[in-house]
């Protein structure tokens, strides 16, 4: 080194760097980064900002953030939400349980679990200590349904999120175990969260290819606070990413419930794929798509009797995102439908389809006659009737829906 001209470039390495190999490889891809075309940058791509100029300009953490943002969960929800904020000057800390994982994630800049191909930007870091929740001035909500429990009654978060009066938006999906079944209920009704700070952000998306940087969007509705809702559309979009408000802006139940209900139709139609596909062969796009309708219309008749308002469904929580869930190619439930009809699936699999199906009857009756779908698919998972029976009745019953 000491040989070489003052003019030639020095990586210093921080004396904090354990994995001193690996750094000099993110710095020598970070320098040839800076003259790839956006959409080249691989396993960096989401360490630039995505803004509308010609040239790559990486994340810093900012000197004064705009938002000090605290998200609670570990989902894909949370670090693909986590990633879109980390466009604009915030600081993130994302909330988790393991320590010993908050402390790899750190130090090699990734979430190892769900998203171990892409690099997290600087300004993201995770954390396990409830106390930094007193200096956000947002909250993201992203644990999972069936995580509720651990993270806000166990952990006692809620008394860390009621010292705080940030805004809090719901970015997961799916519904809960209690009677009125949605996230957000529980926390107002369980956990004595002040109803007024709530906001639900949904639409039709995966969040691997959030992370891939694909183009997206999403809605927000508010409990009361509708006159933010601009504001966070602004704040979440970039150049791949397009928010804006809910057909109804205060209908944050039926963004929830549109979100919940999808994937019970995407195992149905898994189900309905794979029986066909089994005993028939060949494509099946003229059933599917055909009900598709007919499965369209008996989510809203049920999102509707549950509290959500009709137009709602016809947004990008509704409509869209049962479209995403039904013949997207990386829709996981509907391929567990298709794979128990060979007897492939994973029958101790935890999922929103599979969790919302189980709680659905304590939500609301199941009839055949009223709700033919979602009544033959519990039938035929939690009930063990054989699909050849439930095929039969719905050839009928659909005739008239």
């Known amino acids: 080194m000491k040989e070489l001209p003052d003019y030639v470039d020095r990586l210093e390495i921080p004396e904090h760097v354990k994995d001193k190999k690996q750094y000099v490889i993110d710095s020598l891809a970070l320098l040839v980064g800076r ?67 908050a402390k790899s994630f750190n130090i090699h800049q990734l979430d190892q679990d769900h998203f171990p191909f892409f690099k997290l930007p600087p300004n993201i870091e995770f954390t396990t200590n409830p106390e930094e929740i007193k200096n956000a001035t947002l909250i993201i909500q992203a644990v999972r349904p069936w995580e509720l429990e651990k993270y806000y009654n166990i952990l006692k978060i809620k008394n860390y999120i009621n010292s705080n009066n940030a805004p809090i938006i719901n970015v997961a999906k799916g519904f809960t175990s209690s009677k009125s ?6 926390l107002i009704h369980q956990y004595d969260i ?38 966070y559309t602004q704040l ?65 008749a049920i ?16 409509l869209n995102d049962l479209m995403l869930a039904c013949f997207g190619k990386d829709s996981r439930d509907r391929q567990w439908g ?29 009839d055949i006659d009223k709700f033919p779908v979602a009544t033959a698919v519990y039938k035929v998972i939690y009930d063990s009737v054989p699909i050849e029976e439930i095929i039969d009745i719905l050839s009928i019953k659909l005739k008239k829906f």
Not at 181 to 186: E, T
Not at 199 to 216: C, D, H, L, S, W
Not at 303 to 318: A, C, D, I, W
């Open 338 to 366: 298709y794979d128990f009809v060979f007897q492939k699936a994973d029958l101790n699999r935890i999922s929103s389809g599979l969790v919302g199906l189980k709680i659905l009857p304590k939500l609301i009756p199941l």
């Open 181 to 186: 079944g949605l996230i957000i209920d529980d």
């Open 35 to 101: 003259n790839l075309h956006k959409h080249r940058h691989g396993f960096y791509r989401n360490l630039y900002k995505s803004i509308d100029e010609k040239e790559n300009v990486l994340i810093q953490i900012p000197a004064k953030p705009i938002e000090r943002v605290f998200i609670i969960g570990h989902s894909p929800y949370a670090t693909s939400i986590a990633c879109i904020l980390a466009n604009k000057d915030t600081i993130i800390k994302n909330f988790i349980l393991d320590e010993n994982k």
């Open 303 to 318: 999102g509707t009797e549950l509290g959500g308002k009709q137009e709602t469904f016809q947004g990008l929580s509704g």
């Open 236 to 300: 979440f979009s970039n150049m791949y990413i397009h928010v804006r408000p809910a057909i109804i802006k205060d209908d944050i139940r039926g963004v929830q419930l549109g979100g919940a209900l999808k994937n019970i139709y995407a195992i149905a139609t898994g189900l309905i794929d794979g029986y066909f596909s089994k005993y028939y062969g060949g494509n099946n796009d003229n059933t599917l798509f055909h009900l598709a309708n007919r499965f369209f219309r008996e989510m809203v």
């Open 194 to 231: 002040n109803p007024e700070r709530f906001f639900v952000m949904a639409g039709a998306n995966y969040p691997q290819q959030v992370m891939e940087r694909k183009i997206t969007g999403y809605e927000i509705a508010a409990y009361s606070q509708i006159d933010k809702i601009d504001y």
